[in-house]
């Protein structure tokens, strides 16, 4: 008998970064998923790097910021339940960072802009409103799409 191959869940990372009471998102383009909104900066763990480090590491690729380990704060994670397969979100927050955030990825984002929490564009990712209602609440975890 064959071994079973055990379930899999797929880690991403999302990052609330913060500047004087704003949030900055990116305007997907390109992705084949969401595009046209605006989300968190984010992006999958590769494999072999803790979650901070892929949020790290992440937030460098996408914007060219470069953030100290002490300066990422946990704030969530969300079991989520796609079409084909089941995620874990992990939200970190960051309110001091090292550069000036800019499009790092012009294939898979249009622009930057920051936003207030209070003010969110219309076309901001629907999973990431519902998080950050939860964030703001200080609830650690939720699960979304179930």
Known sequence: MLPKDRF?????VHLFLIKDDKMLFGLRQNTGYEDG???LIAGHSDGG?????????????ETGITIKPKDLKFAHIMH???DTHERLDFFFVCKK???TPKVCEPDK???LKWFSPKKL???IIPYVRFVLKRVNKKILYSKYGW
């Open 8 to 12: 899999k869940l797929i880690p991403a």
């Open 49 to 61: 790097e803790t979650i901070s480090k892929a949020m790290i590491r992440e937030a460098k690729e």
């Open 37 to 39: 909104k605006f989300h």
């Open 109 to 111: 984002c249009a622009e």
């Open 97 to 99: 960072w090292q550069g």
């Open 80 to 82: 989520r339940l796609g």
């Open 121 to 123: 564009p219309k076309n």
